[in-house]
C-alpha cells in the first residue's frame, strides 16, 4: 500500500512520454512501408515496452499475489461479457478498429501492453487514487475521463468504456494493486485485438 503514496515527481514526464511516444510509433507506419524503417520502428517499439515496464516498476505499485491476478482475471472477464452482451443487444461492434490495418508486430505490444499499463497509470492511479483517495467521486471522475478520451463518438462506446472504467477503479480499490487493473485491462484489450483480427 505505501507504493501508492510516495512521491514521483517525474510523473509527468513518464506520463507524457508514455502518450506520445506509442503515437510517434504508430505514425511512422502510416506514413511508410520501408521495411528497414518499420523494423527499426518494431526495435523502438520493443524498447518502449521494456522502458515502460521498468519505469513502473520502480515505483513499486505493480505487486504479484493471489489475490491481485485474481481480481486481474476476474475482472477482464466481466469486462468481456459486458461487452459481447451489449454488443448482441445492440447489434453494434464496439472498440476501435484503427490498429487493425497496422503491423500487428507494432500494434499488438501497445494496444495490449503498454497502452493498458499507462492508462491504469494514468486514470486509475494518477487521477483515481493519489488525487481523489479512491473515493466514489474520484471513481467517477476517472471513469468519465477514460471513456471521453478513448475518442469514439458513439454513444454506445462511451457507456461501455466509462463501465470499464468504474470496473477497473473497482478492482484497483479492492486489491489495493494497480497490477490488478493493468492485468485486467490488458486481458480485455488483448482477446479484442486477437478477435478483431
Given at each position: 500500500?505505501?507504493?501508492?503514496?510516495?512521491?514521483?515527481?517525474?510523473?509527468?514526464?513518464?506520463?507524457?512520454?508514455?502518450?506520445?511516444?506509442?503515437?510517434?510509433?504508430?505514425?511512422?507506419?502510416?506514413?511508410?512501408?520501408?521495411?528497414?524503417?518499420?523494423?527499426?520502428?518494431?526495435?523502438?517499439?520493443v524498447l518502449y515496452v521494456i522502458y515502460s515496464f521498468k519505469t513502473v516498476l520502480k515505483m513499486d505499485i505493480l505487486r504479484i499475489s493471489r489475490c491481485t491476478l485474481s481480481f486481474g482475471i476476474a475482472s477482464a472477464g466481466l469486462i468481456l461479457l459486458i461487452q459481447l452482451t451489449l454488443s448482441s443487444i445492440t447489434g453494434i461492434k464496439g472498440g476501435s478498429n484503427q490498429l487493425l490495418y497496422l503491423n500487428p508486430l507494432i500494434s499488438a505490444p501497445i494496444a495490449c501492453l503498454t497502452g493498458p499499463l499507462w492508462e491504469e497509470l494514468i486514470f486509475r492511479y494518477t487521477l483515481n487514487v493519489k488525487h481523489f483517495q479512491n473515493k466514489c467521486f474520484g471513481i467517477l471522475?476517472?471513469?468519465?475521463?477514460?471513456?471521453?478520451?478513448?475518442?469514439?463518438?458513439?454513444?454506445?462506446?462511451?457507456?461501455?468504456?466509462?463501465?470499464?472504467?468504474?470496473?477497473?477503479?473497482?478492482?484497483?480499490?479492492?486489491?489495493?494493486?494497480?497490477?490488478?487493473?493493468?492485468?485486467?485491462?490488458?486481458?480485455?484489450?488483448?482477446?479484442?485485438?486477437?478477435?478483431?483480427?
Open positions: 500500500m505505501n507504493g501508492f503514496h510516495q512521491d514521483t515527481k517525474p510523473l509527468a514526464i513518464q506520463i507524457g512520454l508514455g502518450i506520445i511516444l506509442p503515437a510517434f510509433f504508430l505514425s511512422i507506419e502510416f506514413l511508410t512501408n520501408n521495411n528497414v524503417i518499420l523494423a527499426a520502428d518494431f526495435i523502438l517499439v471522475v476517472s471513469s468519465i475521463l477514460f471513456a471521453l478520451l478513448h475518442g469514439s463518438t458513439r454513444l454506445v462506446d462511451i457507456f461501455v468504456y466509462f463501465f470499464i472504467g468504474v470496473i477497473l477503479s473497482f478492482t484497483n480499490w479492492q486489491s489495493h494493486n494497480l497490477l490488478s487493473s493493468v492485468l485486467a485491462h490488458s486481458l480485455t484489450n488483448t482477446f479484442v485485438f486477437i478477435g478483431s483480427l
